[in-house]
């Protein structure tokens, strides 16, 4: 094996483009070699950690995944749109906060502590050209200020959160129960479900409960959807949604 691809076995469910609208009985996983321990994707980039917390980017030209070095991360976040590349944030071991730069092709330390980072389309203002949040330790959530280069206090108690379009974002607390908000309303709805996970893609929202059932937002109805299958993990974007 060369030191820049590893054998991945990540699940990729067949959902992109056109396969947005096909109904469910059409939509499969289609499993690529490796074994990850996390894995984040929105319209451009793939990226994964492993087991050691080794960083790896997806090359879709190779169909292989590359190795960043001098960074090691256990939580990885992708988000942005189609006319801007991605952002690419993650956290360490000790929940420090890091952003991926292009230019260096590695990953920047960023002033903050997190428990859980989210990334997302952003359109809202000019210090907003993508939504990251963050969730500390306390179940405070935090915003990032691109003016400011700093993360900025939000009212409000959650365990995890997750941004899709720039007025989309979602949330869970301790007992996994689903909030739906946007920066229109400025409030959190409690949504029908429960699950220990939950990600926002450009068009989709999925999510996973502790039995590690699949479930798909549908917004017609404002219920969530079994999908068949079992996942650990997903991650939603543009390209489809990843799972493990």
């Known amino acids: 094996m060369s030191r820049g691809n590893i ?6 469910v067949l959902i992109c483009g056109a396969a947005f609208v096909a109904p469910a009985s059409a939509q499969h996983f289609q499993q690529v070699t490796g074994t990850p ?5 929105d319209r451009n980039e793939v990226f994964g950690f492993d087991k050691h917390a080794a960083v790896w980017r997806y090359r879709p030209t190779t169909a292989s995944f590359g190795k960043i070095a001098g960074v090691k991360l256990v939580q990885i976040a992708v988000g942005g749109t189609v006319s801007q590349l991605d952002e690419v944030w993650g956290l360490d071991a000790n929940s420090n906060v890091f952003q991926f730069n292009y230019s260096s092709k590695s990953f920047d330390q960023i002033s903050g502590v997190f428990s859980q980072i989210s990334v997302g389309e952003g359109d809202q203002d000019d210090c907003h050209p993508y939504e990251v949040w963050g969730i500390n330790s306390g179940e405070a959530i935090f915003r990032y200020n691109y003016c400011t280069s700093a993360f900025e206090a939000i009212g409000g108690s959650l365990t995890h959160v997750a941004t899709g379009g720039g007025d989309d974002m979602w949330g869970l607390n301790g007992a996994g129960e689903i909030f739906h908000s946007n920066f229109v309303t400025q409030s959190f709805g409690l949504v029908s479900g429960t699950v220990t996970q939950i990600a926002v893609g450009v068009n989709d929202v999925w999510g996973i409960n502790s039995l590690h059932q699949v479930f798909r937002y549908d917004p017609a109805s404002g219920l969530f959807n079994d999908v068949p299958g079992r996942l650990t993990q997903v991650a939603v974007g543009g390209n489809g949604a990843w799972g493990i």
């Open 7 to 12: 054998s991945w076995s990540v699940l990729l």
């Open 37 to 41: 321990a996390g894995v984040a994707t």
